[in-house]
């Protein structure tokens, strides 16, 4: 299984983005799609996750912004909304079926004027 994530780039803030995270590999379904981002001298955080049956979580910080969706070919999105420079950062997609679970590249986000 591969994923392989895309949409990022330079943004203003308050700008949108929306990330793609496109799956390719012998998978019916996947139980957990996230994004996690890492910020330079950070640790890799959780950004938002989606379940097999829809039901999504999301970091505080990015409440009310950001929407997490997938699609029926295990296709992840990223909509991002009201872009602040503190959400700069690399985006990484992660999914997860029974014990095994794989990461996507990063994608980079730079939100600054």
Not at 7 to 13: D, E, I, M, Y
Not at 26 to 38: D, E, K, L, T
Not at 46 to 61: H, K, M, P, Q
Request: hydrophobic letters at 35%; aromatic letters at 8%; glycine letters at 12%.
């Amino acid at each position: 299984v591969q994923l392989q994530a895309s949409g990022g780039g330079l943004v203003q803030p308050g700008g949108s983005l929306r990330l793609s995270c496109a799956a390719s590999g012998s998978i019916f379904s996947f139980n957990v799609m996230a994004w996690h981002r890492q910020a330079p001298g950070k640790e890799r955080e959780l950004v938002a996750g989606i379940t097999s049956d829809g039901t999504t979580n999301y970091a505080d910080s990015v409440k009310g912004r950001f929407t997490i969706s997938r699609d029926a070919k295990n296709t992840l999105y990223l909509q991002m909304n009201s872009l602040k420079p503190e959400d700069t950062a690399v985006y990484y997609c992660k999914a997860r079926w029974g014990p095994s679970s794989t990461w996507g590249r990063g994608t980079q986000v730079t939100v600054s004027s």
